[in-house]
């Protein structure tokens, strides 16, 4: 496929606390070596205020060597959580696109021109890269189906099987109208994200923000592995972040839309 020369660049925002050196840097380079230069203006790293000792001076000391002008490292005084930590990386990406990732992805060849040519054609997109998975003790792997995103009525996000009609009949590869979205990777337009209000500060964990962003939008697309010539290769490890909230969960934390708002708006989003 083929794609307009004249695409807006981007930033990649990613969020890390304790997460191990070698993986935050396989996630650099991924978005280094698979992005054509032209389209990635800069790479924030925001640090929720880990305690490693190597995520301090050995960061620093090799991004500043290798990546001198195009990785910002970010360094929050005290734990903010998941949400506060994106809408910081927000603050201080200058590029017109901004994609938010946690910092144990990798990204495949070609995953960009789509996501930006969807963004050129509408500002008031949202893109979600398809996710396959990596195995973390094999690194094999894990191919997904194309899915899109729904919610039960505990408010949970899910995978689901598209229905027929959010599918494009003469073509398998255009991506599929989804009235939910998964926080870890999705990329939208700045200035539009900021219009929509962002995310939701009061949020301490990950969990509300994929339906509440969801139901903020006209419309959310999920490009399918064949629009993106390969996807978004997400590695799972250990420690996720919600074990270092500062809070512990208490159901969805989410502040802003009452259970039943939410599903009065996803029905509306629906119709």
Same mark, same amino acid.
């Given at each position: 496929?083929?794609?307009?020369?004249?695409?807006?660049?981007?930033?990649?925002?990613?969020?890390?606390?304790?997460?191990?050196?070698?993986?935050?840097?396989?996630?650099?380079?991924?978005?280094?070596?698979?992005?054509?230069?032209?389209?990635?203006?800069?790479?924030?790293?925001v640090d929720d205020?880990?305690?490693?000792?190597?995520?301090?001076?050995?960061?620093?000391?090799?991004?500043?060597?290798?990546?001198?002008?195009?990785?910002?490292?970010?360094?929050?005084?005290?734990?903010?959580?998941?949400?506060?930590?994106?809408?910081?990386?927000?603050?201080?990406?200058?590029?017109p696109v901004v994609?938010?990732?946690?910092?144990?992805?990798?990204?495949?060849?070609?995953? +960009?021109?789509?996501?930006?040519?969807? &963004?050129?054609? !509408?500002?008031?997109?949202?893109?979600?890269? %398809? $996710?396959?998975?990596?195995?973390?003790?094999?690194?094999?792997?894990?191919?997904?189906?194309?899915?899109?995103?729904?919610?039960?009525?505990?408010?949970?996000?899910?995978?689901?099987?598209?229905?027929?009609?959010?599918?494009?009949?003469?073509?398998?590869?255009?991506?599929?109208?989804?009235?939910?979205?998964?926080?870890?990777?999705?990329?939208?337009?700045?200035?539009?994200?900021?219009?929509?209000?962002?995310?939701?500060?009061?949020?301490?964990?990950?969990?509300?923000?994929?339906?509440?962003?969801?139901?903020?939008?006209?419309?959310?697309?999920?490009?399918?592995?064949? +629009?993106?010539?390969?996807?978004?290769? &997400?590695?799972? !490890?250990?420690?996720?972040?919600?074990?270092? %909230? $500062?809070?512990?969960?208490?159901?969805?934390?989410?502040?802003?839309?009452?259970?039943?708002?939410?599903?009065?708006?996803?029905?509306?989003?629906?119709?």
């Amino acid at each position: 496929m083929t794609y307009q020369s004249n695409l807006p660049q981007m930033a990649v925002v990613f969020i890390f606390v304790n997460e191990a050196l070698s993986v935050i840097l396989r996630s650099v380079h991924s978005v280094v070596n698979h992005t054509p230069p032209h389209l990635l203006k800069e790479i924030i790293l925001v640090d929720d205020n880990s305690d490693s000792v190597e995520l301090k001076f050995n960061l620093d000391q090799y991004i500043n060597k290798r990546y001198p002008g195009l990785v910002k490292i970010v360094r929050n005084s005290k734990r903010e959580g998941l949400i506060r930590a994106r809408i910081q990386g927000w603050k201080v990406a200058t590029a017109p696109v901004v994609g938010f990732f946690d910092a144990h992805v990798e990204f495949n060849v070609g995953w +960009v021109q789509p996501a930006l040519s969807r &963004i050129k054609e !509408d500002r008031t997109r949202i893109i979600l890269p %398809a $996710i396959d998975n990596i195995k973390y003790n094999t690194f094999e792997v894990q191919q997904y189906a194309n899915a899109a995103h729904g919610y039960n009525w505990g408010l949970w996000c899910m995978y689901i099987i598209p229905p027929q009609d959010w599918l494009d009949k003469g073509d398998e590869a255009a991506p599929i109208r989804t009235p939910a979205m998964i926080g870890c990777s999705f990329v939208v337009h700045r200035e539009y994200f900021g219009e929509i209000g962002l995310l939701d500060p009061g949020m301490e964990i990950y969990g509300g923000e994929n339906i509440e962003l969801g139901m903020r939008v006209s419309k959310i697309d999920l490009g399918s592995r064949r +629009v993106f010539a390969g996807s978004v290769l &997400i590695t799972f !490890d250990v420690s996720s972040f919600s074990t270092f %909230a $500062i809070h512990p969960p208490l159901g969805l934390r989410m502040h802003t839309i009452s259970p039943s708002l939410s599903v009065d708006s996803g029905f509306e989003f629906l119709s």
